[in-house]
């Protein structure tokens, strides 16, 4: 993994058989991000763990790939859940599959744009209408 910063930009490289949760986790901590988004994400993944939300439970499907990232993007919070990421990935045949974000390993690379909130601080909290941990600005 690679990643450096500018303002409140960061911009990640992670490398080859890398997990791409785990490298989130490690550049939220080593740049003190609490509350951001996800701007954008380019690359391939293999093992894409995806869901789609049915209202009442994720049915999640595992997409060994790898696939060609086409949108990666989401909010980060300061309190877990910290991600709220979904993504769209296309296969040799260009059929394309998307969904919320699980876990994946980047295969051969995946590149990560980051904004840091300064004044903004996304926490999720449970909604007695969804049922899901939804976003709170404070």
């Known amino acids: 993994m690679q990643s450096k910063s500018e303002g409140n ?9 890398e997990d791409i949760r ?9 740049y003190h991000v609490s509350s951001g988004e996800i701007e954008w994400g380019l690359g391939a993944a293999k093992n ?20 060609e990232m086409v949108v990666f993007h989401g909010s980060i919070a300061s309190v877990e859940p910290r991600f709220h990421i979904h993504c769209s ?13 699980f876990s994946g390993t980047a295969e051969p690379l995946m590149e990560i744009s980051i904004t840091k909130f300064d004044q ?3 926490v999720r909290e449970k909604s007695q209408k969804s049922g899901l941990m939804e976003a709170t600005l404070l």
Request: hydrophobic content about 35%; some cysteine.
């Open 48 to 67: 894409l763990e995806i869901g789609y939300y049915t209202g009442a439970e994720y049915i999640r499907k595992t997409y060994e790939g790898p696939l």
């Open 120 to 122: 903004i601080n996304i």
């Open 22 to 30: 785990d490298c989130l986790n490690s550049v939220l901590e080593k």
């Open 9 to 17: 930009k960061i911009f990640l490289k992670i490398e080859y058989g």
């Open 89 to 101: 990935g296309a296969g040799p045949d260009h059929i394309m599959v998307g969904g919320h974000f």
